[in-house]
């Protein structure tokens, strides 16, 4: 374990110092509340990655379906074609 220094406003240490919520010191305290600040931070910071792929991939998306729809498109007028040269 490591030894960090860190300077803390007036009031966020008052409340540090009053804190009774059965920590057994402040080191310990401060210990999980770094801990769990960090893993929330790390999975917003994964939803960011993801919404900035989604956000990316948006465009290629919409081109794919645009040109699937045209492929449908002609494969339907072609069929319709077919169907009336049979009748």
Do not use: F, H
Not at 27 to 52: D, I, N, P, T
Not at 60 to 83: G, R, V
């Amino acid at each position: 374990m490591r030894r960090v220094t860190i300077y803390l406003p007036d009031e966020v240490y008052a409340e540090v110092e009053s804190a009774k919520w059965g920590w057994g010191s402040k080191s310990e305290m401060l210990r999980e509340l770094v801990a769990s600040c960090l893993g929330e931070w790390r999975s917003g910071a994964q939803r960011r990655r993801l919404a900035m792929g989604y956000q990316q991939m948006g465009e290629l998306n919409c081109q794919l379906s645009e040109e699937a729809m045209l492929q449908d498109s002609c494969t339907l007028d072609e069929y319709e074609e077919y169907i009336t040269r049979q009748s």
